[in-house]
């Protein structure tokens, strides 16, 4: 039976997902076999995986769990994220269970109706991992200390709980149960009341299982904060195992709230480099899409308000959206449609992003908050697409023919489609993925989720982005991943040893 290390936090964002992912890659490079997990997940970034009771079939799961897995070296399954939720608006989410959709729930519904359900799978996810594997770093959930979720908190409490009872049940006098890293972001101040009111408040038993707290995001010399360390270790009883300096390793973010308010612009990557502009959907999905060309060298990925977003942009890209047709809406009445026929540079459109460059979607009651059934696209595309309740999670492997913003690209790209609807060509344009997708000079679109993830889209996209901007393109080559980015940031600053995770005799 595996030891399940439980990396929690004070609050949201604190970091427990670079955490959990750096434990993940220096396990692995450790020679240790080590699984994520996170038992319940609110994202509309998602990916699909392998289901884990049927491989041949593919589940949704949260993106962060998919990133750890990949620190892990390990492929992802939808056991390490066994529950789903994805908001849809006015209060109601998306219920995902095992990586199938079983309903639309608004959040009483859940915790009296689908709640149990929901925590017998995540229990037999984690049984399934911590028989396979050695390690398995589980992430929480915001805080390990809303008292006003403590009897349903099935990320955190939940968590703690059944996988410190599995491993009680299999212990047979050698691992530990579950243990708990308590983590506490210091950047916005109230680091050490943040830290000593969640103990306070933390359900005895969990409190028990706290090993230790690593305060992150921190600027400056990291002895200024010994005296506080000193005092809060006497008052708790728990050690403080590590300062982390404020580091972006570069890992794809898990939702929304990390992109740029209504009405606000913020550029990611190069401010100086070539702009590639994203309109900032009410609705965004899948953002992390962009994330690879963020990355690259001299590149600047610019989210912000569809009235102004295209000024000074060499490309754009339309993103995935949880809710096509009120987004296509909003967008037209903020007049971005004028404005992107009237753009000169590539544009891309994913999922969404590209059922709208189309000429229409029909049956779009369906999905939109309205009872219109035909809404017109900016009709860059020969495209139309049909609404259904069908909705389609597959992974797909394709041929890549060159065309469009891609010309002068060919190779095998993976990916993955997660989408409700079918879109038909209705004039002549090239099919850029086997059959799928189309493009026509300047533009193209597709349903292929992660398709930046493939080098050869990504250097054909740039090179044409750079080409239409008039500068040349630097080399970027030599870019250490975020994976072991992450590894060295907790290695260097957390007291693995303290954890018995400074050797692979785990």
């Not at 970091?15 to 038992?39: E, F, I, W």
């Not at 193209?444 to 493939?454: A, D, P």
């Amino acid at each position: 039976m595996a030891r399940t290390l439980l990396v929690a936090g004070t609050a949201s964002h604190v970091g427990k997902s670079t955490v959990a992912s750096g434990l993940c890659r220096h396990l692995a490079d450790q020679g240790v076999a080590v699984a994520p997990y996170k038992a319940q997940n609110m994202s509309n970034n998602a990916r699909a995986v392998p289901r884990a009771g049927d491989p041949t079939k593919a589940g949704e799961i949260g993106v962060s769990q998919y990133v750890q897995a990949r620190a892990a070296r390990i492929e992802a399954t939808t056991d390490v994220n066994p529950v789903l939720l994805k908001p849809r608006g006015d209060g109601e989410s998306q219920l995902i269970i095992d990586g199938e959709a079983v309903g639309n729930v608004a959040a009483g519904e859940y915790y009296e109706n689908g709640w149990e359900r929901a925590r017998e799978a995540a229990r037999r996810a984690h049984a399934r991992l911590a028989a396979k594997y050695d390690v398995v770093i589980a992430e929480g959930a915001g805080s390990i200390a809303e008292i006003n979720l403590a009897d349903r908190d099935l990320a955190n409490v939940e968590t703690a709980r059944f996988a410190d009872r599995g491993a009680s049940e299999g212990r047979a006098g050698g691992p530990r149960g579950v243990e708990v890293l308590l983590v506490c972001d210091i950047e916005r101040g109230g680091a050490f009341a943040s830290l000593y009111g969640t103990l306070e408040l933390m359900p005895e038993d969990c409190r028990e299982r706290v090993v230790g707290a690593l305060i992150t995001k921190f600027r400056g010399d990291s002895d200024l904060l010994e005296p506080g360390i000193e005092e809060i270790e006497d008052r708790t009883g728990v050690p403080v195992l590590g300062v982390l300096p404020y580091d972006d390793p570069g890992l794809p973010e898990e939702d929304s709230v990390s992109l740029p308010a209504a009405g606000e612009t913020t550029v990611y990557g190069d401010p100086e480099g070539v702009r590639i502009a994203i309109p900032r959907l009410s609705r965004i999905s899948n953002f992390t899409d962009l994330e690879p060309l963020a990355r690259e060298e001299g590149v600047g990925v610019a989210y912000g308000p569809p009235e102004s977003v295209l000024d000074g942009a060499h490309a754009v890209v339309l993103p995935g959206t949880k809710n096509t047709v009120d987004d296509l809406l909003e967008l037209r009445e903020a007049g971005f449609g004028d404005r992107l026929r009237e753009f000169s540079g590539p544009i891309v459109g994913l999922c969404g992003g590209y059922q709208m460059l189309g000429e229409r979607i029909t049956n779009a009651a369906v999905e939109g908050t309205g009872d219109e059934d035909v809404i017109e696209g900016f009709g860059l595309l020969p495209v139309e697409t049909r609404f259904s309740e069908e909705k389609r999670v597959e992974r797909v492997e394709r041929e890549l023919r060159g065309v469009g913003p891609l010309a002068g690209a060919r190779g095998r790209v993976t990916g993955y489609e997660i989408h409700m609807g079918e879109s038909r060509l209705t004039g002549p344009a090239a099919r850029p993925f086997d059959e799928e997708g189309a493009a026509t000079g300047r533009t193209l679109g597709t349903y292929l989720h992660g398709v930046f993830e493939n080098r050869i889209v990504r250097e054909a996209f740039l090179d044409h982005v750079f080409e239409h901007a008039g500068r040349e393109r630097p080399d970027s080559s030599d870019r250490t991943s975020p994976y072991d980015r992450a590894a060295r940031l907790v290695a260097d600053h957390l007291a693995l040893d303290a954890l018995g995770f400074d050797s692979p005799q785990i």
